[in-house]
């Protein structure tokens, strides 16, 4: 239903921020919007969700109070400010659209192609 597509991933040292941006294409943008990542050798991960108006957000345990997920309706455009990094938030974040405010990956049905974001110590 909706093309989405991240970009904003880069290197960076602990302690800093990096900024996560996904852009939409598609009929609507009426979509509540996710962000998850996948370390190597891990599972992909649930990190932050966001409702269709922006007004109700939930975030993973491990992210919660360095990590804010926004949107501008507007620019079909959903962000991930990533603050206080650390090095176990190396992963390729990947954003999401879905049906609701939920936190699994079978929730959503569009995904971007992902983004590399590496931390080092």
């Known amino acids: 239903q909706v093309q989405l597509v991240e970009s904003g991933g880069g290197l960076v040292q602990a302690g800093g921020s990096l900024r996560l941006s996904c852009t939409a294409s598609?009929?609507?943008?009426?979509?509540?919007m996710g962000w998850f990542r996948q370390a190597p050798g891990k599972a992909r991960e649930f990190v932050a969700v966001i409702s269709t108006s922006g007004g109700r957000t939930y975030y993973a345990e491990s992210v919660k109070g360095r990590f804010t997920i926004s949107r501008d309706n507007a620019k079909n455009t959903v962000y991930l400010q990533m603050n206080s990094l650390k090095p176990e938030d190396t992963a390729v974040y990947y954003c999401?659209?879905?049906?609701?405010?939920?936190?699994?990956?079978?929730?959503?049905?569009?995904w971007g192609q992902g983004t590399q974001v590496t931390v080092s110590s």
């Open positions: 999401a659209a879905g049906w609701a405010l939920r936190t699994s990956e079978g929730d959503f049905h569009s």
């Open positions: 598609g009929r609507t943008f009426r979509y509540a």
